[in-house]
């Protein structure tokens, strides 16, 4: 006979393989569970990224639907002037016949008209070539701009997001703020096209920048200003604008400013006859007398500003000569009135 005690070992270890298996069932189905709804999360952020991107892709067909009408009405609006420009065309081919009876009418008082004319003009071209800051000079700086941007970007180091740099440069001004003048400058001289006088507070103020400028590109040379002017003229004095220009193009065009011992010197005073002195005083490399011949025939903005003078300031007084120990001197007399 079968003892008791095994038949309940017996059903105990079924108890127990049946709890086991459950056990192992429900992790299994937990585990899955688990995978499912990573799953489904990962499907769910895959379905809003969709819609995200089908939204996106409606708002760029929306856009390129606007953009085709506004193409069309474009299209249409150059239709519509190219039809004006017609209209005006003969408009204008008529009234130029009309002109041409009347010049052949009136040829005297026209011929006379353009006399006239083209002796403003000739003025203006004065002053357009006085007004001009050279071409290779902006290059220069924008190109020393360029190089010192490119050389802080270079040695600057990075600390937990920051960054810093142990190196000074040897330029006195910012490159940002040089950047920046050289914008001034420019304004200034197309502006300069458009106005007859300009108060001398502002002229010196440009210099000032101009200066700074070549400080810039040449950091060992000197650079000296003096404004001995009292406070009524600095205020009321008015000039023709850039007419200070050509003398400072001129001292880095043709002055030597690369060493040391370098300098730009320039004093505007009232002298005791009653005028107004610019000035300026620069190294020069030491050349023979046909060698300064040639430089000075050269000196494009110097002989500009001379039939500038000669156009406007008929009294003034230009003064260019070679100094002793290499130095070179401009000078500009105006009379006040």
């Not at 096209?193 to 400028?213: A, P, R, S, T, V």
Request: aromatic share 10%; with cysteine; proline share 2%.
């Amino acid at each position: 006979m079968q003892n008791p005690s095994d038949d309940f070992r017996i059903v105990f270890l079924i108890l127990l393989g049946l709890f086991i298996l459950v056990t192992i069932r429900n992790w299994y189905n937990l585990y899955k569970k688990r995978s499912f709804r990573k799953k489904n999360r990962r499907l769910t952020d895959e379905l809003k990224a969709s819609k995200i991107e089908v939204e996106k892709f409606k708002t760029q067909v929306s856009k390129v639907e606007l953009l085709e009408n506004k193409l069309v009405i474009s299209q249409n609006d150059i239709i519509q002037l190219k039809a004006n420009l017609e209209g005006y065309k003969q408009k204008f081919y008529d009234t130029l016949s009309q002109k041409e009876i009347e010049i052949e009418q009136q040829k005297e008082v026209i011929n006379h008209q353009k006399q006239a004319y083209e002796r403003y003009v000739n003025f203006k071209n004065v002053e357009a070539n006085n007004t001009r800051l050279g071409a290779h000079f902006i290059k220069n700086v924008i190109n020393q701009i360029y190089m010192d941007l490119e050389h802080a970007e270079n040695n600057h180091k990075s600390f937990l997001g920051i960054y810093y740099s142990f190196k000074k440069t040897e330029n006195k001004i910012p490159s940002l703020k040089a950047l920046k003048q050289i914008f001034k400058l420019l304004d200034y001289n197309v502006s300069a096209l458009n106005k007859e006088h300009i108060d001398l507070e502002e002229e010196w103020l440009h210099i000032n920048m101009f200066m700074e400028l070549i400080q810039y590109l040449r950091p060992h040379a000197h650079i000296e200003l003096k404004n001995m002017l009292n406070n009524e003229l600095r205020k009321n004095l008015k000039i023709k604008p850039t007419l200070f220009f050509p003398f400072v193009e001129n001292a880095l065009k043709h002055g030597s400013l690369n060493n040391k011992e370098s300098f730009i010197s320039i004093t505007l005073k009232e002298t005791e006859q009653k005028q107004l002195s610019y000035c300026l005083v620069n190294s020069a490399e030491h050349k023979s007398d046909n060698q300064m011949e040639v430089q000075h025939s050269g000196q494009f903005g110097l002989n500009a500003l001379q039939q500038l003078l000669d156009a406007y300031y008929p009294n003034s007084k230009l003064v260019h000569k070679t100094l002793p120990n290499n130095q070179y001197l401009s000078e500009l007399t105006l009379s006040l009135n």
